[in-house]
Every structure is written in structure tokens, then in C-alpha cells.
């Protein structure tokens, strides 16, 4: 890929290939300037760790220094392909401002200091809240960025160790959705469907996922099915013209909110219709007549006046879907942070079981992960679920995990679902938290309604340690900050979302005093003293493959067995596929290839909830739907959101991601190429809304919720009419304040109600009321980029555009 300037070209060029024919490899690079391949000390394994996708890749290193990346051609993967955040991500591992000791608060402020001195006071405090109070007084809230040791042991030290319930990752924010669905139709998580699928598939609908942007090796997968002899066609499921849109057959982009109402209709067409594989409902899943019962009342002309979606494209959609052979479907955030996430995204599972098209190739269901190791944190138990999918409310389950780390099972806290981290905040604004533990995320930006965040996390009474590569938002809050080693610093494997399991090698060492967080996890239990029933330390490993030998024990039996993978196997090829066992000592490309599932009653991870209201199922209800372990239909009535828009907000405001930036820039924004692309928040609107309001490109808006309000720029796109678009990569590390707002904000969650998804739990970021107001007029475009679903309708003028804020267009 020599010579394409991938920020103008982010999907660069294409390799055509046909159905069931091998994706052809292509090895992009990208080293520091000035630098050659032969200029290289040593390449060193790992994959990617700035989306979910597990592209693997070589990191470059000279002089004890990263110098740069190189895909991976073995892996199955990228093909050796990367993403334009992962050519140039890499350099903020060795930004000046990386933190490099510890930091303790004294009168006010956040002085450095040494690990014995931070670590000490951390065991003391929670030791104080343990005699005091209990367990119940401490809580972790982690992420779906670090790897699966370090999930592992900080489930282990949570759950095991101290016995709080209150354990959550981000990923209740990202994949809970996934999870939750899955639990659903399938009562286990697991991805059914592999990446391969796309190498097979004639029809690929995505619903609510901007793949081009968010994992853009997949999309150059699909990109090159698309030029290649008989293309699948694609359904695209958004409110926005994403890259996805303008390739798709179909584009439905319905009201945000929506999502159910939209997939009842797909699924009365496709009922009425009768595309429906009898032979294989009837022998796999239970649940079809409710089903069929359920969306007579979604006919299109129904669903056209809620979703505001033509009748005729919902008929065409069905039809599509009907007559696919190879029906690969994808889910992710325009359904899992909307209205009746986890309904919306069961409907899509439905859709794959009625049509028989599971564990076939090209016939999968991707409910898409997010985060690069989120799929650990789920099965590692680091989100608040039982370690290796087990069931929380089955007591054979929690004796076995007992068993594992040699503990009373009455030390597991099972009495009652795990605390999810909105209703930790709660706790916390309460006062019954009191101290919370965040490692690798930065809710001061990333959580809903953060005037109420930022003012529980500053709390005197709040106890906040965390642990992070910088001095986040949420950093400066702390009153201990534990500088941690990251990607490319320590050891460790990972999970991405078509199951596919990497291992990620140490290449140069961490900045000053850094260390990897799962050196501090274990530095933790052994200072706090945790012991199993014996008496012995309950963390019994101290490096990472010594704990990843112990997570592959726990995972033995389960549907994430990890038993037949080691170190040394991942080394030097590709990544492998779980589960991987004896059974399976190559790993397993897909799912349910025989039309059994792991829902069995006493095997299944979850016994479900009602679509509705979340209202869980218990074991004599599951038994009585679901007795001899089949795949479960489950129905929804669509409801619509809660909060809708009005006279004083009359635009629905949705949030999420441009191609060129990671969450809240900690890593992005510090590569200057990335931050050149993208550098300051935007909102999208449409021309015919812009027209009404009297906006121009550029003009200066502030837009405001119930909750409060930013200031950005407008870049009129085609969103759909009545939608306002704001990416929520921009919080205050690197502006005046630091911490919040100077005075106008800038970050989308200013704006973000307080509200989640009854099943999952999952915060709504995706549909909430707002208003927009011009403050002043333009003194140039937007700094949006041109080359994603932020371009604009209107070709900007060569004279306005600035070179170094026009991201694509240079
Ligand atoms: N470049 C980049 N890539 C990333 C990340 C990143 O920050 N930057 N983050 C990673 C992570 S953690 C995640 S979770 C994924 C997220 O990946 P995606 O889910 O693909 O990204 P989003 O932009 O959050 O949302 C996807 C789309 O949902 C649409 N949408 C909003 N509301 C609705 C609705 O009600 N209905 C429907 N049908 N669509 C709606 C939006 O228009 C948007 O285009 O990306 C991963 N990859
Ligand atoms: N409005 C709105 N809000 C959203 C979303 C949205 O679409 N709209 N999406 C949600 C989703 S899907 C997600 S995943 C979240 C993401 O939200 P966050 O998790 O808050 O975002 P990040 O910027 O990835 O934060 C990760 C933090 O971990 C630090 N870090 C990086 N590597 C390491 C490491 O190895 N060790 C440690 N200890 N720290 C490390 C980084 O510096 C950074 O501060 O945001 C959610 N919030
Ligand atoms: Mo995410």
C-alpha cells in the first residue's frame, strides 16, 4: 500500500474476489517518517486494539522504541490489511505526556508519588470499608481495552476475593446489547457467525452499524466482495448516508427510536410471505407461532408512518432478506444505543432462525462487539457476569466456579444480578459506594448526562481511584491515580468478535514507573491478603501466561473453552477461533453447525428476560419454554422512546463515531495525523432542516437537551430529516478546562439522557430530544470530515477548506 495517503483513502484499494473464493491478502505498513523496513530491530506479534475487529499486525521496533505497524498476511483476520487509527494510533504509546508514576491527592491536588505509597492507600481505604460497611461499599467499574488475564484476575479479586457485586465494565456501554441478545435467543453469549461468512454471503444487512468507519478492514472485506464477480447486496439499516448506505440495494433510515417497529415489519413480510425454512424451526427453536402472532400488527404501511421509511423500501428490504441463500447479518450501536435495544436486536436473530441460515457458510449473525477485548470482559466475568458464561442464578454453577478458585461458593455474590454501572452511579450519588476503582475508561466523558457524572465522581465522600495510560477527565478527579503500562508495554491475549483469540507481546517497555494493570490487580489481592479456603493466596498466578493458564481451566466445559489454545500456539500464525479444545484443537469457525445450542436448561448461561419490561425468566419458566435446548423466538410489541421531541427540543439527537478518532481521543488525538483529520466536534444536520432553521456549513450552533448543551459547528449532510448527528470523541484533556466545560461544552454527553435499555442495561446514547439555535455565522466549513458519513451534500469550496482540518479532502 505504498503511496496511498490512507487518511484521503481510508479503505485504499481493492482486491476483487467472488463468492467462496479466499480474500486476497494485502500487507499495509506504516512506519515513522524517514524510515524503511530494513531500518527495523524487530517486529513484534499483536492485533489491534482501537476497535473490535482483531486485525493483527506486527508492531515495528527500533531502539527500544515503537516505530511503526505492519498487518499481518496469515491472519484470517485482516489478510493484512489495517485500519487508518491503527497506521497511525501507535505513536501516542510514546507521548511526552504519558503518566509515569503514581499520583495521591494532598490538600486538593494530585502530587506523584511512589507504588508503595499509592498502593497503601488504596489497601487501607478498602480495608476501612470493609469493616465498616462491607463489600458492598466498593466497586469496579473496567473496560473492554485490556486483555483477558487481567479481566480474569480482577474478577477473581472482586467477585472471589472481596465478594462485591458491584463489578461492571464499559462494556455495558458497548456490547451488553450483544451479550443480552445472544442470552436471548440463544440463552448463551457467543457469536454464532465468522468473519468468512462475508467471503459466502449474496445478502448482507447491517443494522444500526457503520462498519465502514468503525471497523474499516471488515468493510474493505465487503468492499472487495462488492467489486468482485456476483456481489452480495446490502442492506443498510441508519439514519445517516454512512459509506454503507451509498453501497447499499436497500437503505432504510428510519427515525432513530425506531428499530423495533422496523424489524416487526421485515419480519410480517417475510411471514407473510412464507420465506420461512419450516424444516429447520421445527426441528431447532420454539417460539415461532407467538412470533408470527406478534408482528401481524407491524404490516409496512403500519411501520412506514412510525419508522417515517417508505413502505414500498421496507417491502423491497423484506424481499431481499427473503430471497437470500447466504444471509449474513450484522448488529451494532444504532441498535444497541437506541430505543429497546436488546428487542430490536433479537429481531434480527429471529430474522437468521426463520430463514434457517445459522452455522452455514455465509449465514451468520454478527451481533457486533465494539471494543477490542470486550468479548473478555464478558466472558472473563469482569462485566459483572459469572466467569465463562456460567449462570449466575444456577447454584451447580456457582459451586463449580467455587471450585475453581477454591472458595465458598456462599463468597461468590449471587444473590442478585450484578450491579450495572448506571446503578452504580446511583450508589454512588448516594453514598453507599464508596470507593470506586475505574480502570481503562473514562466515564467523565463517556457516560449519559455528565453534569451529573462529573459531579458524582467529584464527590469529597467518593474514594476514586483510577488507573490509566494518561491524565483522562476522569484522572484529574481521582484521589489516587495508578499509571498503567498499555498495548505494545506488556503480554497478554484477546478476544475480538468472530471469537478469533490473538495473543499481544510485549515489544518495548512501559514509560517511567508505568506497569501492567494485571501486575497491579495481583499486587492488589496479595497486599489486601485475599486467601482461597486453604489459606492459600487466591491469586495463584503472577505473569500473564500463568494466567492465562488459569482462565483456561475455568473456561473448561463451557461454551468459551479456551482449553485446547497455549501461548505458544498463537505465536507466529493466526489468530484461533474458540471454543478450542480437544474436541476442536483448531479452533471453531462458526456456531451451531449442527442446529444445537448451548440452552440447555441446565447448561445455559441465562434463562432470559421478557423483551419488554426486562423482567427476568426463572428455571421452571425457561424449563417449560425451552425444555430440550433449541434456539427461542422471542417477540416484541414496539414501544416508543421516552423521551421523544417537543416544542422547546423538536430534533432527535443521536451520537457516535467518526472513522478517524477513538472514543475520547486519549490515543488518537495525540497521533497528529488522526487529530488533523478530525479535530474539533461537529453536528450534522440536513439540508431541509438547516434551510428552516437558517444555517449555513460552518456556522456556529449550540445545541441543547433537557440536560444542557454544546457548541459546534454545522456540517450539513443527508442525514435524514428531523436528526441531529454530534460525535462524542470530544471532552476537555485538550482544552482550557481540563476536566469540564469552560463555558460552552463540547462533548456530546452533555446532552445524553440518564435511561437504559430494560434487558441489557445499556445506556441510551442514541435518541434523545435537543434544539438547535445559530450563534454565529460561519468563518468556514465544519471541521468535519469530507470522506465518511459526515460529507457534505454540498461540495465545500476549494478556497474554504483548510488543509489540516478537512480531514479526507487533502
Ligand atoms: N473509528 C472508530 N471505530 C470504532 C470506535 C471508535 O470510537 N472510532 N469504537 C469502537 C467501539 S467501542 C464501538 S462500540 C463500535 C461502534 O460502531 P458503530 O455502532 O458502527 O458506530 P456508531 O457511530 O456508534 O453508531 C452506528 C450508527 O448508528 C446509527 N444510529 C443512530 N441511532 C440509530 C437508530 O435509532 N437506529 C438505527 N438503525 N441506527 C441508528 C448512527 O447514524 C451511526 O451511523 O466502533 C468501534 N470502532
Ligand atoms: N454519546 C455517546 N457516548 C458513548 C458512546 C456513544 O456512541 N455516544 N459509545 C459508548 C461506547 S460503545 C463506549 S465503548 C464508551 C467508550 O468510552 P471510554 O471507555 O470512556 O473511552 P476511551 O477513550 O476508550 O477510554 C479508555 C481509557 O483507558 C485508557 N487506556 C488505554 N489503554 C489502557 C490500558 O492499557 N490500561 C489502562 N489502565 N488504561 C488504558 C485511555 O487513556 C482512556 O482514558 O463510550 C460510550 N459513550
Ligand atoms: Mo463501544
Redesign the pocket.
Known amino acids: 500500500m505504498a503511496g496511498t495517503d490512507r487518511i484521503a483513502e481510508p479503505w485504499g484499494t481493492r482486491s476483487p474476489y467472488g463468492p467462496g473464493e479466499a480474500w486476497p491478502q494485502r500487507v499495509d505498513t506504516h512506519l515513522a517518517e524517514g524510515l524503511s523496513a530494513e531500518d527495523v530491530d524487530s517486529w513484534i506479534q499483536t492485533a489491534s486494539l ?3 475487529n482483531g486485525d493483527a499486525m506486527d508492531i515495528a521496533v527500533k531502539d527500544g522504541r515503537i516505530v511503526g505497524v505492519r498487518g499481518r498476511a496469515v491472519d484470517r483476520v485482516n489478510h493484512g490489511r489495517l485500519g487508518v ?1 491503527d497506521l497511525y494510533g501507535w505513536q501516542a504509546n510514546s507521548s511526552p505526556d504519558r503518566l509515569t508514576r503514581p499520583l495521591i491527592r494532598e490538600g486538593g491536588r494530585l502530587v506523584e508519588t511512589d507504588w508503595d505509597t499509592a498502593m497503601n492507600r488504596i489497601v487501607q481505604r478498602t480495608q476501612e470499608l470493609l469493616d465498616e460497611q462491607g463489600p458492598s461499599a466498593i466497586g469496579f467499574y473496567t473496560t ?1 481495552q485490556l486483555f483477558a488475564e487481567e479481566y480474569y484476575t480482577l474478577g477473581v479479586v472482586a467477585h472471589g476475593g472481596l465478594g462485591t457485586n458491584h463489578v461492571d465494565g464499559n462494556t455495558r456501554l ?2 451488553a446489547t450483544a451479550a443480552a441478545a445472544l442470552k436471548e435467543s440463544f440463552a448463551s453469549d457467543g457469536q454464532p457467525g465468522s468473519y468468512t461468512d462475508i467471503d459466502h454471503a449474496d445478502v448482507i444487512a447491517l ?5 465502514a ?3 474499516s478492514v471488515l468493510w474493505m472485506r465487503m468492499l472487495d466482495r462488492l467489486a468482485g464477480p456476483n456481489p452480495p447486496k446490502i442492506i443498510c ?4 448516508p ?1 459509506e454503507v448506505a451509498r453501497h447499499a440495494a436497500v437503505h432504510l433510515a ?1 427515525l ?4 423495533v417497529a422496523l424489524m416487526n415489519g421485515l419480519l410480517h413480510e417475510i411471514i407473510a410471505n412464507d420465506w420461512v425454512d419450516h424444516a429447520y424451526i421445527e426441528a431447532h427453536a420454539v417460539g415461532f407461532q407467538e412470533l408470527a402472532k406478534r408482528v401481524q400488527d407491524y404490516p409496512p404501511e403500519v411501520v412506514a408512518e412510525i419508522c417515517d421509511v417508505p413502505a414500498d423500501q421496507i417491502r423491497e428490504a423484506a424481499s431481499i432478506l427473503g430471497h437470500a441463500e447466504r444471509l449474513l447479518s450484522t448488529v ?4 444497541y ?3 429497546q435495544a436488546t428487542a430490536a436486536a433479537v429481531q434480527v436473530n429471529n430474522i437468521n432462525i426463520i430463514r434457517g441460515m445459522l452455522g452455514k457458510p455465509g449465514c451468520g449473525v454478527l451481533q ?1 462487539n ?2 477490542p477485548t ?1 468479548e473478555n470482559t464478558r466472558e472473563c466475568g469482569a462485566d459483572g457476569d459469572l466467569p465463562a458464561f456460567r449462570n449466575w442464578t444456577n447454584d451447580a454453577h456457582v459451586k463449580d466456579l467455587a471450585k475453581v478458585w477454591n472458595v465458598d461458593p456462599m463468597d461468590i455474590p449471587h444473590y442478585s444480578p450484578p450491579t450495572h454501572v448506571m446503578q452504580m452511579m446511583r450508589y454512588a450519588e448516594d453514598g453507599s459506594i464508596r470507593m470506586l476503582w475505574v480502570s481503562g475508561t473514562n466515564p467523565a466523558v463517556s457516560l449519559p448526562e455528565l453534569p451529573r457524572v462529573r459531579s458524582i465522581l467529584q464527590q469529597e465522600r467518593l474514594f476514586l481511584v483510577v488507573q490509566d495510560i494518561f491524565l483522562s477527565e476522569t484522572a484529574q478527579l481521582a484521589d489516587v491515580v495508578l499509571p498503567a503500562a498499555t498495548w505494545g508495554e506488556k503480554t497478554g491475549t484477546f478476544t475480538n468478535v468472530d471469537r478469533t483469540v490473538h495473543l499481544s507481546e510485549k515489544a518495548v517497555d512501559p514509560p517511567g514507573e508505568a506497569k501492567a494493570d494485571l501486575d497491579i490487580f495481583i499486587d492488589y489481592a496479595h497486599r489486601l491478603g485475599l486467601r482461597d479456603k486453604d489459606g492459600a493466596p487466591l491469586v495463584k498466578w503472577h505473569d500473564a501466561e500463568s494466567a492465562f493458564e488459569a482462565w483456561k481451566e475455568c473456561s473448561r466445559g463451557r461454551p468459551c473453552d479456551y482449553t485446547g489454545l497455549t501461548f505458544e500456539k498463537l505465536r507466529g500464525g493466526s489468530g484461533i477461533q474458540w471454543p478450542c479444545n480437544d474436541e476442536h484443537p483448531d479452533g471453531t469457525e462458526r456456531l451451531y453447525e449442527d442446529g444445537r445450542f448451548f440452552s440447555a436448561p441446565e447448561y445455559c448461561e441465562s434463562y432470559g428476560r421478557d423483551l419488554v419490561t426486562g423482567a427476568p425468566l426463572d428455571e421452571t419458566e425457561y424449563k417449560a419454554l425451552n425444555p430440550s435446548g433449541k434456539a427461542i423466538l422471542k417477540a416484541a410489541a414496539y414501544v416508543p422512546a421516552h423521551e421523544i421531541p417537543s416544542e422547546d427540543f423538536p430534533f432527535i439527537l ?1 451520537t ?8 475520547t481521543r486519549t490515543k488518537t488525538g495525540r497521533a497528529p495525523e488522526l487529530q488533523a483529520a478530525a479535530p474539533d466536534v461537529w453536528v450534522e444536520i440536513s439540508e431541509g432542516d438547516a434551510a428552516v432553521v437558517g444555517i449555513s456549513e460552518g456556522d456556529l450552533l449550540e445545541v441543547a437537551s433537557p440536560r444542557g448543551s454544546l457548541q459546534a459547528k454545522a456540517r450539513i449532510t443527508g442525514i435524514r430529516k428531523g436528526v441531529v ?1 454530534v460525535p462524542f ?1 470530544y471532552g476537555y484533556w485538550d482544552t482550557e478546562g481540563g476536566h469540564e466545560p469552560d463555558d460552552a461544552g463540547r462533548a456530546a454527553n452533555e446532552l445524553t439522557i440518564t435511561d437504559w435499555d430494560a434487558c441489557s442495561k445499556q445506556p441510551i446514547f ?2 434523545a430530544a435537543a434544539s438547535v439555535k445559530r450563534i454565529a455565522a460561519a468563518d468556514g466549513p465544519s471541521p468535519a470530515p469530507t470522506t465518511t ?1 459526515s460529507r457534505p451534500v454540498a461540495p465545500l469550496a476549494e478556497a474554504e477548506m483548510d488543509p489540516m482540518t478537512t480531514g479526507g479532502t487533502r
Open positions: 482501537l476497535h473490535s487509527k473492554g458497548c456490547t443494522y444500526g452499524h457503520n462498519v468507519e468503525t471497523q439499516v441508519d439514519p445517516r454512512t428510519p432513530p427510536g425506531t428499530n451494532l450501536q444504532g441498535f444505543q437506541s430505543n457486533m465494539g471494543q470486550a443521536i457516535g463515531r467518526t472513522l478517524y478518532h477513538f472514543h448527528f470523541h442514541k435518541t458519513a
